[in-house]
């Protein structure tokens, strides 16, 4: 069967004569005699996918229909075939999967088939923005300067991205220093709705950083994967995923004075955690929603990870199309976008009791307050008011209590670095105007730009050794900060341009001064940052500063002026001005009337146009430089310490061999709590010299200072199996506590039976060479975070057969199926702890022995070291028919890599 037995290929006008065709959904709810238009938006724009790529073979009529009945109390069973239109990557993701296209083609050759057969089939757009660092700020030339290092360090990096792009026909790049991957997709790459042989459809997609949600603001029904996921989808592969719930958050009132869109997000982040949206859909509606400008809904978009929702969508209405006119897209691609969504009756931000959602919540924006987020996580808000007194309990707390574990009297200490600098806890350290979610949005940037005005005018300066940064998500952004007359204001308070791309919180904050550093472990100060990103995960800001807080970028300035987290903006000061005299919060607090009169700057469509002309026109000089880039359609490997070819696809066959199901005498190579992040299983900042991957750095000849950082380095496999799980702050539970009762931190085990206690690395090659299979023991939330395909990739090749955790987190438990590693869930009240795992123990894996089903029960059979076995059992996370299909060829790449050269 195929889409055309339903009828649903109709025309729709565009502008005065002018039509196009499109797959209408209206017709599909004449033809199935289903109301579609109470269906949530973001399931009608999948479905449209569905109906348009029904093809009776990998897209059935059966697909189309049973998302069509999508029922909003339904169980969720069906499995749907979604194909996207393009595919975004980040280059710290994208590189490791151009380097596994790479490999896929060297098989090809050694097969005698035609390399040609490994080609993207979407359009695939790479854009560099995670590798460069702050490595110098607070002077004139900082910008320029990271741009240097950052292409004399990635050198090998971008010859290898220039020979995809000539080796692959639908492989595009956008070069450094333009802007974060999410806002540049937001501003340039998104289309609104694409048209193939006069057929329009909408623009979907999915990216390789878990914050590609950040598009749904503009209607555009797209989420992050992991690249091992992207890969198969830009080969051909529909993104296959279970049908979702949908959870409406109906937004009503206003923004009080004074509160800002990333108070809003944070509210939002804590809210929908509470709501329990972990692979969700979440869709806004109601009046509320319809009056936010569409870069506060992009903003609370990007949060989605953080929320732990599979996407946060906003409809298309009048704000959508307005933001597409002041970007600069065509006065053609804005009718047909426009006149395609009316068309399918997709315009418009429902009101409330239009749609059927699986549940409801509700968020009156009058109550929202000026918060911030943490010092650990996210979705740990803390209004402002309580910054002072959250961050004094939390520093005497246990390690277990999410605290500092230190002692009252510790709080007021204060030590002398050898720079003379005096340091104590809470002091700011780091205050960074940083990544995609908040450096783009122009109401808060320009806050924070009236807020730096009027605090220079005060007389109120930040202290220097606070490493202060201003990374703009968009070229654009330092366009309109100097048009309405704010840039040198951040300027004399430190925040100058240091980079176009995602720094701080990535990781890329760059170093502390040694005296700090020293300071900081020698008398173990638990120091802060102060960021207006979106993750503040433990190390990874930087390995020193334990306590990240996330802000709003006029909160960040504030804080950096203040210097130290202990200090009550609501009642305290945040600094002296002219004449010693007491300036406090609400002396320079820009008001919305203020923000409002400079948003004109913000929506230039000719500053969008000239910007992005760029990309293909004139990519920048460093870019044009770099030499020596390989040629041909096969990539020839050269020796390097940044690319190397990955080793998936070694001893490869063209039919699969029998995966292997049972598992016999399994050690624990780790045994962890909640939340364990991919942070904590994949670093992405600094490599340690001490660490497995330092040390192997330093054996091929890499000084330290070269030693650049984890993600950089994600194209070569051998750095990236050692910093698996090396992450400074992870606590093995294997590992015995300290007598303060606190957790020892870094990636180490006790290899068994020998007691030894040694790196995981280390631990994991021993157990290889044994031939001892591993397994890998979690609580809740297991793997959330980026969408890191490393924390999968560095898993299965450190020999774990089997995560065994509380819960997971969406995106990495998919990985873990699509790299052939078993993720398996606890049952009812089981934990790690109720069944009294230490790692001392042996383990089978039962139950899987037969034909696998989605989430079937298997048996975890545990041998105690006094001789005593107990079973316990536990499901099967392998979720859908396809991925059973994954494990049975050993994971996803060799699966659709059969796939092709069969074709």
Same mark, same amino acid.
């Given at each position: 069967?195929? !889409?055309?037995?339903?009828?649903?290929?109709?025309?729709?006008?565009?502008?005065?004569?002018?039509?196009?065709?499109?797959?209408?959904?209206?017709?599909?709810?004449?033809?199935?005699?289903?109301?579609?238009?109470?269906? &949530?938006?973001?399931?009608?724009?999948?479905?449209?996918?569905?109906?348009?790529?029904?093809?009776?073979?990998?897209?059935?009529?059966?697909?189309?229909?049973?998302?069509?009945?999508?029922?909003?109390?339904?169980?969720?069973?069906?499995?749907?075939?979604?194909?996207?239109?393009?595919?975004?990557?980040?280059?710290?993701?994208?590189? &490791?999967?151009?380097?596994?296209?790479?490999?896929?083609?060297?098989?090809?050759?050694?097969?005698?088939?035609?390399?040609?057969?490994?080609?993207?089939?979407?359009?695939?757009?790479?854009?560099?923005? @995670?590798?460069?660092?702050?490595?110098?700020?607070?002077?004139?030339?900082?910008?320029?300067?990271?741009?240097?290092?950052?292409?004399?360090?990635?050198?090998? !990096?971008?010859?290898?991205?220039?020979?995809?792009?000539?080796?692959?026909?639908?492989?595009?790049?956008?070069?450094?220093?333009?802007?974060?991957?999410?806002?540049?997709?937001?501003?340039?790459?998104?289309?609104?709705?694409?048209?193939?042989?006069?057929?329009?459809?909408?623009?979907?997609?999915?990216?390789?950083?878990?914050?590609?949600?950040?598009?749904?603001?503009?209607?555009?029904?797209?989420?992050?994967?992991?690249?091992?996921?992207?890969?198969?989808?830009?080969?051909?592969?529909?993104?296959?995923?279970?049908?979702?719930?949908?959870?409406?958050?109906?937004? =009503?009132?206003?923004?009080?004075?004074?509160?800002?869109?990333?108070?809003?997000?944070? =509210?939002?982040?804590?809210?929908?955690?509470?709501?329990?949206?972990?692979?969700?859909?979440?869709?806004?509606?109601?009046?509320?929603?319809?009056?936010?400008?569409?870069?506060?809904?992009?903003?609370?978009?990007?949060?989605?990870?953080?929320?732990?929702?599979?996407?946060?969508?906003?409809?298309?209405?009048?704000?959508?199309?307005?933001?597409?006119? *002041?970007?600069?897209?065509?006065?053609?691609?804005?009718?047909?976008?426009?006149?395609?969504?009316?068309?399918?009756?997709?315009?418009?931000?429902?009101?409330?009791?239009?749609?059927?959602?699986?549940?409801?919540?509700?968020?009156?924006? *009058?109550?929202?307050?000026?918060?911030?987020?943490?010092?650990?996580?996210?979705?740990?808000?803390?209004?402002? *008011?309580?910054?002072?007194?959250?961050?004094?309990?939390?520093?005497?707390?246990?390690?277990?209590?999410?605290?500092?574990?230190?002692?009252?009297?510790?709080?007021?200490?204060?030590?002398?670095?050898?720079?003379?600098?005096?340091?104590?806890?809470?002091?700011?350290?780091?205050?960074?105007?940083?990544?995609?979610?908040?450096?783009?949005?122009?109401?808060?940037?320009?806050?924070?730009? $009236?807020?730096?005005?009027?605090?220079?005018?005060?007389?109120?300066?930040?202290?220097?050794?606070?490493?202060?940064?201003?990374?703009?998500?968009?070229?654009?952004?330092?366009?309109?900060?100097?048009?309405?007359?704010? /840039?040198?204001?951040?300027?004399?308070?430190?925040?100058?341009?240091?980079?176009?791309?995602? =720094?701080?919180?990535?990781?890329?904050?760059?170093?502390?001064?040694?005296?700090?550093?020293?300071?900081?472990?020698?008398?173990?100060?638990?120091?802060?940052?102060?960021?207006?990103?979106?993750?503040?995960?433990?190390?990874?800001? @930087?390995?020193?500063?334990?306590?990240?807080? /996330?802000?709003?970028?006029?909160?960040?300035?504030?804080?950096?002026?203040?210097?130290?987290?202990?200090?009550?903006?609501?009642?305290?000061?945040?600094?002296?001005?002219?004449?010693?005299?007491?300036?406090?919060?609400?002396?320079?607090?820009?008001?919305?009337?203020?923000?409002?009169?400079?948003?004109?700057?913000?929506?230039?469509?000719?500053?969008?146009?000239?910007?992005?002309?760029?990309?293909?026109?004139? &990519?920048?000089?460093?870019?044009?430089?770099?030499?020596?880039?390989?040629?041909?359609?096969?990539?020839?490997?050269?020796?390097? %310490?940044?690319?190397?070819?990955?080793?998936?696809?070694?001893?490869?066959?063209?039919?699969?061999?029998?995966?292997? %199901?049972?598992?016999?005498?399994?050690?624990?190579?780790?045994?962890?709590?909640?939340?364990?992040?991919?942070?904590?299983?994949?670093?992405?900042?600094?490599?340690?010299?001490?660490?497995?991957?330092?040390?192997?750095?330093?054996?091929?000849?890499?000084?330290?200072?070269?030693?650049?950082?984890?993600?950089?380095?994600?194209?070569?496999?051998?750095?990236?199996?050692?910093?698996?799980?090396?992450?400074?702050?992870?606590?093995?539970?294997?590992?015995?506590?300290?007598?303060?009762?606190?957790?020892?931190?870094?990636?180490?085990?006790?290899?068994?039976?020998?007691?030894?206690?040694?790196?995981?690395?280390?631990?994991?090659?021993?157990?290889?060479?044994?031939?001892?299979?591993?397994?890998?023991? *979690?609580?809740?939330?297991?793997?959330?975070?980026?969408?890191?395909?490393?924390?999968?990739?560095?898993?299965?090749?450190?020999?774990?057969?089997?995560?065994?955790?509380?819960?997971?987190?969406?995106?990495?438990?998919?990985?873990?199926?699509?790299?052939?590693?078993? &993720?398996?869930?606890?049952?009812?009240?089981?934990?790690?702890?109720?069944?009294?795992?230490?790692?001392?123990?042996?383990?089978?894996?039962?139950?899987?022995?037969?034909?696998?089903?989605?989430?079937?029960?298997?048996?975890?059979?545990?041998?105690?070291?006094?001789?005593?076995?107990?079973?316990?059992?536990?499901?099967?996370?392998?979720?859908?028919?396809?991925?059973?299909?994954?494990?049975? @060829?050993?994971?996803?790449?060799?699966?659709? $890599?059969?796939?092709? /050269?069969?074709?």
């Amino acid at each position: 069967m195929s !889409r055309n037995t339903l009828n649903t290929l109709k025309e729709f006008p565009i502008s005065g004569s002018k039509k196009g065709k499109f797959y209408s959904l209206p017709a599909l709810q004449k033809s199935l005699g289903v109301n579609i238009s109470r269906l &949530p938006v973001s399931i009608r724009i999948v479905l449209e996918s569905v109906l348009r790529n029904c093809d009776g073979q990998k897209v059935t009529e059966e697909h189309v229909k049973q998302l069509a009945n999508w029922g909003a109390k339904a169980a969720r069973v069906d499995e749907i075939p979604f194909v996207v239109a393009r595919v975004v990557l980040q280059d710290f993701t994208g590189v &490791p999967l151009l380097a596994d296209l790479a490999a896929m083609r060297n098989v090809a050759s050694k097969l005698g088939k035609n390399p040609k057969n490994i080609e993207p089939l979407v359009p695939v757009d790479l854009v560099v923005d @995670h590798s460069v660092q702050i490595d110098h700020f607070r002077e004139k030339k900082a910008l320029d300067l990271n741009m240097k290092l950052e292409f004399s360090r990635n050198n090998e !990096r971008y010859q290898f991205m220039k020979w995809g792009m000539q080796a692959f026909d639908t492989f595009g790049v956008v070069p450094p220093g333009f802007g974060i991957v999410h806002q540049v997709n937001l501003e340039y790459l998104a289309r609104g709705v694409h048209n193939k042989t006069g057929v329009y459809y909408p623009d979907t997609l999915v990216g390789t950083d878990s914050h590609t949600t950040m598009i749904n603001g503009i209607g555009v029904v797209g989420w992050g994967v992991g690249g091992i996921e992207a890969e198969a989808g830009m080969l051909g592969q529909p993104v296959y995923f279970l049908t979702p719930d949908v959870v409406g958050v109906n937004l =009503t009132g206003a923004l009080r004075e004074g509160v800002t869109a990333t108070d809003l997000v944070l =509210t939002i982040t804590e809210l929908l955690r509470q709501t329990k949206v972990v692979g969700k859909f979440v869709e806004f509606f109601g009046e509320g929603t319809e009056s936010l400008s569409l870069t506060d809904r992009a903003t609370i978009a990007n949060m989605a990870p953080e929320y732990g929702a599979t996407m946060g969508f906003f409809p298309v209405d009048d704000a959508t199309i307005d933001y597409f006119k *002041g970007t600069g897209r065509t006065k053609a691609e804005i009718d047909a976008f426009e006149a395609y969504f009316k068309a399918q009756g997709l315009y418009g931000v429902p009101k409330a009791g239009q749609i059927d959602y699986t549940q409801e919540v509700s968020l009156d924006l *009058g109550t929202v307050a000026p918060s911030l987020a943490g010092p650990k996580r996210p979705q740990d808000r803390i209004e402002i *008011g309580n910054v002072k007194s959250t961050f004094s309990d939390l520093f005497t707390k246990p390690t277990a209590e999410n605290g500092f574990n230190k002692k009252a009297e510790d709080l007021t200490a204060s030590y002398k670095n050898a720079d003379g600098v005096d340091v104590h806890n809470g002091d700011v350290l780091i205050a960074a105007i940083t990544s995609c979610t908040n450096t783009s949005n122009p109401s808060v940037l320009l806050a924070a730009g $009236l807020l730096a005005k009027k605090a220079v005018e005060a007389g109120l300066k930040v202290a220097p050794h606070i490493k202060t940064s201003l990374a703009p998500g968009s070229r654009v952004v330092t366009k309109y900060l100097e048009a309405a007359g704010l /840039l040198p204001y951040l300027e004399k308070l430190g925040f100058g341009v240091t980079a176009y791309g995602c =720094t701080t919180c990535i990781g890329n904050a760059g170093d502390l001064t040694p005296a700090m550093n020293e300071a900081i472990v020698k008398n173990d100060v638990v120091a802060a940052a102060v960021l207006s990103g979106n993750r503040n995960f433990e190390a990874r800001i @930087h390995p020193n500063i334990r306590a990240n807080f /996330l802000a709003s970028p006029p909160l960040v300035v504030a804080y950096a002026i203040a210097g130290n987290v202990t200090r009550d903006l609501m009642t305290e000061p945040v600094g002296k001005g002219k004449g010693g005299k007491n300036v406090y919060l609400g002396d320079i607090w820009p008001t919305s009337q203020e923000i409002e009169k400079l948003l004109k700057f913000a929506m230039n469509a000719k500053t969008f146009k000239e910007n992005y002309a760029d990309v293909k026109g004139a &990519p920048g000089k460093l870019w044009e430089a770099i030499k020596g880039v390989a040629k041909g359609e096969v990539y020839n490997w050269p020796s390097s %310490t940044y690319i190397a070819e990955p080793p998936f696809f070694e001893n490869f066959s063209e039919e699969p061999k029998a995966a292997a %199901t049972g598992i016999s005498g399994a050690r624990a190579l780790g045994v962890f709590g909640d939340s364990i992040t991919t942070d904590h299983i994949s670093p992405a900042g600094s490599i340690k010299e001490s660490s497995p991957a330092g040390k192997w750095l330093q054996a091929n000849g890499v000084l330290k200072a070269d030693f650049n950082s984890y993600g950089s380095r994600r194209g070569n496999h051998e750095i990236m199996m050692r910093g698996t799980f090396a992450n400074v702050r992870i606590k093995n539970l294997m590992i015995p506590a300290k007598e303060d009762g606190s957790r020892v931190e870094g990636g180490i085990t006790i290899h068994q039976p020998s007691g030894e206690e040694m790196s995981i690395y280390d631990a994991a090659m021993k157990y290889v060479a044994e031939g001892t299979p591993t397994m890998v023991f *979690g609580g809740e939330e297991y793997g959330t975070g980026s969408s890191r395909d490393w924390a999968a990739k560095g898993t299965q090749l450190l020999g774990v057969k089997a995560v065994i955790a509380r819960s997971f987190e969406r995106i990495h438990r998919s990985n873990l199926v699509g790299m052939g590693v078993l &993720p398996l869930q606890f049952l009812g009240n089981d934990s790690v702890q109720s069944l009294g795992i230490t790692g001392e123990e042996s383990f089978d894996l039962k139950g899987l022995e037969g034909e696998i089903k989605p989430q079937q029960e298997a048996t975890l059979v545990i041998h105690r070291k006094n001789g005593q076995t107990q079973e316990v059992k536990l499901l099967l996370r392998i979720d859908t028919p396809i991925e059973v299909d994954y494990y049975k @060829h050993g994971g996803i790449l060799p699966f659709v $890599l059969r796939q092709l /050269l069969a074709a």
